[in-house]
Nanobody, 123 residues
Framework: QVQLVESGGGLVQAGGSLRLSCAAS????????LGWFRQAPGKERDLIAT????????YYADSVKGRFTISRDNAKKEGYLQMNTLKPEDTAVYYC????????????????WGQGTQVTVSS
């Protein structure tokens, strides 16, 4: 069972950038699709980006397309979310999650979750 730990959150001004990292404990990290989700106060948790276990395919929600980039380094057992041109509405707790490779990387289910990292974008 994979365990995930996010890092890289913080406070940034609108228009700025942040890079989130997701470190995995499982040596077979390459057997899992990886997703990034976010949850703003009072709102549901939303899927924003996913990447297939091999790294060959990605998916983005419309709200982040063109601004965020998901990537992974299976040798390092890490996933990343590069966030550019941040907006105040990007403020949320960001979670990485893993789904077994046989699942649809766009839909999951995502069964393994990190604890989340706070991203706050000031206007």
């Amino acid at each position: 069972q994979v365990q995930l730990v996010e890092s890289g959150g913080g406070l940034v001004q609108a228009g700025g950038s942040l890079r989130l990292s997701c470190a995995a404990s499982e040596r077979t990290f390459s057997n899992y699709n990886l997703g990034w989700f976010r949850q703003a106060p009072g709102k549901e948790r939303d899927l924003i980006a996913t990447i297939r276990y091999s790294g060959g395919s990605t998916y983005y929600a419309d709200s982040v397309k063109g601004r965020f980039t998901i990537s992974r380094d299976n040798a390092k057992k890490e996933g990343y979310l590069q966030m550019n041109t941040l907006k105040p509405e990007d403020t949320a707790v960001y979670y990485c999650a893993a789904s077994n490779f046989w699942n649809d990387y766009k839909k999951g289910p995502y069964d393994y979750w990190g604890q989340g990292t706070q991203v706050t974008v000031s206007s």
